[in-house]
């Protein structure tokens, strides 16, 4: 078992070392559960999880499936919470997912994807960071249109430069962000990876935002 030493603030705050940060996988905002046993010991369990990086990603969509199914009230508050979390932990399935398939050499640079060659779009890698992109990604770009297509080299060459730029959907487990991208009234995002040690970026899904919303939901 191990043990770990904290240190109470003049509030009585504490602070948790990185290694049980991320044993909970906690963010800021979490809240845990000290249980204090006949013999008072000190059991610690997660409790509300704050998942406060997907709100402004997913809540309204979230929110409006859980109303058409009738929840309000504190069923509304938990289920959404219950969604967020799934998401939360599909969002990390897909990071893992995409970084074996680049170890096992079954991703492929951004700008060899089919759907732009295709469009007559070639570019040169120029920038810090490998983009990479699975079968997934791949798929998505192929159900895009032309004139959506043609906004992607832009996002990509930003990601090469510095991927860092936009939105952080959710940690603490992977680097995860959206880059958000406009085509006409339409607005899509892509949706990555950030593996910062190895200079990579794995692009995980791309498309509009309820498009991905509902791609997501549809993973088991």
């Given at each position: 078992?191990?043990?770990?030493?904290?240190?109470?603030?003049?509030?009585?705050?504490?602070?948790?070392?990185?290694?049980?940060?991320?044993?909970?996988?906690?963010?800021?905002?979490?809240?845990?559960?000290?249980?204090?046993?006949?013999?008072?010991?000190?059991?610690?369990?997660?409790?509300?999880?704050?998942?406060?990086?997907?709100?402004?990603?997913?809540?309204?969509?979230i929110?409006?499936?859980?109303?058409?199914?009738?929840?309000?009230?504190d069923?509304?508050?938990?289920?959404?919470?219950?969604?967020?979390?799934?998401?939360?932990?599909?969002?990390?399935r897909?990071?893992?997912?995409?970084?074996?398939?680049?170890?096992?050499?079954?991703?492929?640079?951004?700008?060899?994807?089919?759907?732009?060659?295709?469009?007559?779009?070639?570019?040169?890698?120029?920038?810090?960071?490998?983009?990479?992109?699975?079968?997934?990604?791949i798929?998505?770009?192929?159900?895009?249109?032309?004139?959506?297509?043609?906004?992607?080299?832009?996002?990509?060459?930003?990601?090469?430069?510095?991927?860092f730029?936009?939105?952080?959907?959710r940690?603490?487990?992977?680097?995860?962000?959206?880059?958000?991208?406009?085509?006409?009234?339409?607005?899509?995002?892509?949706?990555?990876?950030?593996?910062?040690?190895?200079?990579?970026?794995v692009?995980?899904?791309?498309?509009?935002?309820?498009?991905?919303?509902?791609?997501?939901?549809?993973?088991?």
């Open positions: 078992m191990e043990n770990y030493r904290v240190e109470v603030g003049a509030k009585g705050e504490i602070i948790l070392p990185i290694e049980l940060r991320e044993l909970f996988g906690l963010v800021e905002e979490d809240t845990l559960d000290l249980c204090v046993d006949s013999e008072g010991k000190v059991f610690v369990r997660t409790a509300e999880r704050s998942v406060r990086p997907l709100s402004d990603f997913f809540e309204d969509l929110v409006n499936d859980l109303l058409a199914k009738g929840c309000s009230g069923c509304l508050k938990n289920k959404l919470l219950e969604r967020k979390l799934k998401l939360s932990t599909i969002l990390d897909l990071s893992e997912e995409g970084y074996r398939a680049h170890k096992n050499g079954q991703a492929i640079k951004c700008w060899e994807a089919q759907a732009l060659t295709a469009a007559g779009i070639q570019k040169v890698p120029n920038g810090n960071y490998d983009v990479m992109i699975t079968t997934r990604g798929h998505d770009l192929a159900v895009l249109r032309k004139e959506e297509l043609r906004e992607i080299p832009a996002v990509f060459e930003s990601l090469e430069q510095n991927p730029a936009f939105k952080r959907l940690g603490p487990y992977y680097e995860t962000y959206r880059v958000s991208f406009r085509c006409g009234t339409k607005e899509c995002r892509v949706v990555y990876t950030i593996f910062a040690p190895e200079n990579l970026i692009i995980l899904t791309v498309g509009a935002r309820k498009v991905i919303y509902d791609r997501l939901n549809g993973i088991a």
